[in-house]
């Protein structure tokens, strides 16, 4: 069975200019989960997507947003890219349901660079 | 707010070495508690879970974390490490309200041969 996976494995970007990044969870899964790894941060919640529909919210700019499509994959995009955005960001997903002491599954996260 | 504290950042300790690395949570209701690893160059993966019953959890290599719910703490422990434990832990909590999984600030374990 194929793990979470994300797209691509690292990107490079300046400042002002946009990112998309990709993930397609596991297949049976339906909800998604972006986190910002940034150093010495630990993992802080950016978005969750359940069923094409955004859920919760963390404490980020609106410049920072997403979408889940119908297969339910999911895409993050970050506008007018600043320094402090460089950071791993990690996609995870869970099987159908919103049970919250079920386990979330990560990929190996999109490596994003702003120079 | 809700907020997950690791007590450590950074533990260097010899093969054979007990670890216990501190967590805790500052929320009142009830919670769902995790720790999750990360070895170099993989993915972030599932070490153990608490969401009800025994205090005392068991989960993979070894690991095993308690639940002091007067202390608001979910520390992990292992008796002897292994210089494959080598890693990054991660404290993770939730609760039905929250819609998201609140992680720690992860702590880097490094075991020396």
């Known amino acids: 069975e194929a793990g979470v996976t994300q797209s691509p494995t690292h990107l490079i970007k300046t400042r002002g200019q946009q990112a998309t990044l990709r993930c397609s969870p596991i297949s049976g899964h339906t909800s998604v989960y972006w986190y910002q790894q940034a150093l010495g941060l630990g993992l802080q919640f950016l978005l969750w997507?359940?069923?094409?529909?955004?859920?919760n919210r963390g404490n980020f700019p609106p410049r920072f947003s997403g979408r889940q499509f119908p297969n339910y994959s999911s895409e993050l995009n970050v506008n007018a890219l600043e320094l402090e955005d460089s950071a791993l960001y990690l996609c995870?997903?869970?099987?159908?349901?919103?049970?919250?002491?079920?386990?979330?599954?990560f990929g190996s996260g999109t490596q994003l660079s702003v120079l | 707010a809700q907020s997950v504290s690791q007590h450590n950042h950074h533990v260097i300790l010899s093969e054979a070495a007990s670890l216990e690395l501190g967590c805790n949570y500052s929320y009142g209701g009830t919670v769902n508690l995790f720790w999750y690893v990360q070895y170099p160059g993989q993915h972030l993966q599932l070490l153990l879970k608490?969401?009800?019953?025994?205090?005392l959890v068991k989960g993979i290599k070894g690991f095993e974390a308690e639940f002091i719910k007067s202390k608001f703490s979910f520390n992990l422990r292992k008796p002897s490490v292994q210089w494959s434990d080598t890693a990054e832990y991660f404290c993770a909590v939730n609760a039905q309200s929250w819609g998201k999984l609140q992680f720690g600030a992860g702590t880097q374990v490094v075991v020396t041969p």
């Open positions: 995870a997903s869970r099987p159908v349901g919103t049970a919250t002491n079920e386990k979330l599954f």
């Open positions: 608490y969401f009800s019953g025994d205090p």
């Open positions: 997507y359940d069923e094409g529909e955004e859920r």
